[in-house]
T-cell receptor
Framework: DTEVTQTPKHLVMGMTNKKSLKCEQHMGHRAMYWYKQKAKKPPELMFVYSYEKLSINESVPSRFSPECPNSSLLNLHLHALQPEDSALYLC???????????????FGPGTRLTVL | QKEVEQNSGPLSVPEGAIASLNCTYSDRGSQSFFWYRQYSGKSPELIMSIYSNGDKEDGRFTAQLNKASQYVSLLIRDSQPSDSATYLCAGGISSGSARQLTFGSGTQLTVLP
């Protein structure tokens, strides 16, 4: 089973709203990732959690705040977003093997975010 | 700068033909490579991974890696209309305790019935 789930599937929010995206996996993976993908572009890495600790933050604006409450769950808290933040937000997970060559990321279905 | 370049496409092939997707990378630190398929409006789905020089076959898909030439390819035999999608090549690197993927820009494949 390589299932990563994300909720909600679609989200429309105003620039003053606060919302959260949720990601869950039950594969025992210890690394979880947030990506942002704009139309006709590849995914852009935002954050990486390894063993529930933030290990990479790709200079993402502070209006995006990640949280990893436990090894199965990853949240992305959104506040005061801009219309240009509208995109597909993808969560992924991997085993975070020490054998880096075989560590494979599996993506969730994504949340389509529209900021008005 | 770590980069993964894909042949720009779009690529159209007739049904039943072989589709060839190519990718080059600039970072010799990349040790693992992944091909993802992404249908319009959907998330990337893993097709193949390859770590060693040579060919790796899985059904109609064959991935090829040449580390000396820093070249990765994906061949799709007996292409079907359902193979029409964007194919993303990604190189994996280790950055401290985390793993990162560097994606190419993607190649849009259309298989014509």
């Amino acid at each position: 089973d390589t299932e990563v789930t994300q909720t909600p599937k679609h989200l429309v929010m105003g620039m003053t709203n606060k919302k959260s995206l949720k990601c869950e996996q039950h594969m025992g993976h210890r690394a979880m990732y947030w990506y942002k993908q704009k139309a006709k572009k590849p995914p852009e890495l935002m954050f990486v959690y390894s063993y529930e600790k933030l290990s990479i933050n790709e200079s993402v604006p502070s209006r995006f705040s990640p949280e990893c409450p436990n090894s199965s769950l990853l949240n992305l808290h959104l506040h005061a977003l801009q219309p240009e933040d509208s995109a597909l937000y993808l969560c992924a997970s991997s085993q975070d093997k020490r054998d880096v060559y075989t560590d494979t990321q599996y993506f969730g279905p994504g949340t389509r975010l529209t900021v008005l | 700068q770590k980069e993964v370049e894909q042949n720009s496409g779009p690529l159209s092939v007739p049904e039943g033909a072989i589709a060839s997707l190519n990718c080059t990378y600039s970072d010799r630190g990349s040790q693992s490579f992944f091909w993802y398929r992404q249908y319009s409006g959907k998330s990337p789905e893993l097709i193949m991974s390859i770590y060693s020089n040579g060919d790796k076959e899985d059904g109609r898909f064959t991935a090829q890696l040449n580390k000396a030439s820093q070249y990765v390819s994906l061949l799709i035999r007996d292409s079907q209309p359902s193979d029409s999608a964007t194919y993303l090549c990604a190189g994996g690197i280790s950055s401290g305790s985390a793993r990162q993927l560097t994606f190419g820009s993607g190649t849009q494949l259309t298989v014509l019935p």
